[in-house]
């Protein structure tokens, strides 16, 4: 996340803690979205993505480092509650989801999207407090979004009635994706190692989140 030139957030303090562990220096710059992330990455003119779910065609463009974090990404919705048993009931039923453009959200998703009829069902919209609003006007029926950052700006936007189905979509370790041409073994190892010893340290961190998160997670609306 940032704030005119300020970023921070759950990523940005434990990217920030991980690489001054590895002895290597970094800076942050503000891209729209995961895809420009990936494009950009792809064409070397940035280095490092982080909060990188694996897949293997992302593996074909970039270095993966260890995972560092678990991700678990969830439906946010105004529309319905009601169980199901996997994602492409949902898409069978004819209801509309937003995603952000270029991020991976897991294979059975992937598979869906394969399907043509479904496709035109799914729109990706870069910024998410625009996909919030579609979930709130009724333009769409499900948001696709990470859990705690999903919690985080629906309060932040003021987005109460938001609710969060009980599908988890996917639940996935979160790594850096490191430009091929920028870093060599030695680094990737001094960057795992980092990862390694300062696990204790990374909980922590991600607690701290976490845990100015559990009274919103635990809200009635939920």
């Known amino acids: 996340m940032y ?35 990936i494009t950009e990455l792809e064409k070397g003119f940035i280095d490092i993505l982080p909060s990188a779910s694996y897949n293997e065609q992302r593996a074909k463009i970039a270095y993966f480092s260890a995972e560092y974090r678990r991700e678990k990404m969830r439906l946010f919705t105004m529309t319905t509650m009601d169980e199901v048993k996997n994602l492409t009931q949902l898409f069978t039923k004819g209801y509309l989801f937003t995603a952000n453009s270029g991020a991976f959200y897991g294979e059975e998703l992937a598979d869906i999207l394969r399907i043509e009829r479904f ?10 407090s625009q996909r919030m609003e579609l979930v709130r006007r009724g333009r769409v029926d499900f948001l696709i979004e ?56 990374l909980k922590i961190i991600e607690d701290k989140y976490l845990t100015k998160l559990e009274p919103l997670s635990q809200a009635h609306h939920f």
């Not at 803690?17 to 979205?33: E, M, R, T, Y």
């Not at 496709?119 to 998410?128: I, T």
């Not at 985080?152 to 987005?159: A, I, R, T």
């Not at 790594?175 to 696990?199: C, T, Y």
């Open 146 to 201: 990470d859990e705690a950052s999903g919690i985080y700006y629906k309060y932040l936007l003021g987005y109460k009635k938001l609710r969060i189905h009980p599908y988890v979509v996917h639940d996935n370790g979160i790594h850096f994706m490191l430009n091929k041409d920028a870093f060599n073994i030695e680094q990737i190892a001094q960057i795992n190692r980092a990862i390694s010893a300062m696990d204790k340290q």
């Open 3 to 37: 704030d005119g030139e300020r970023y921070f957030g759950m990523d940005i303090e434990a990217t920030q803690s991980i690489f001054n562990q590895a002895g290597l220096c970094i800076n942050f710059v503000k891209l729209p979205s995961s895809a420009r992330g």
């Open 119 to 128: 496709k035109e069902n799914y729109f990706e919209v870069a910024s998410l």
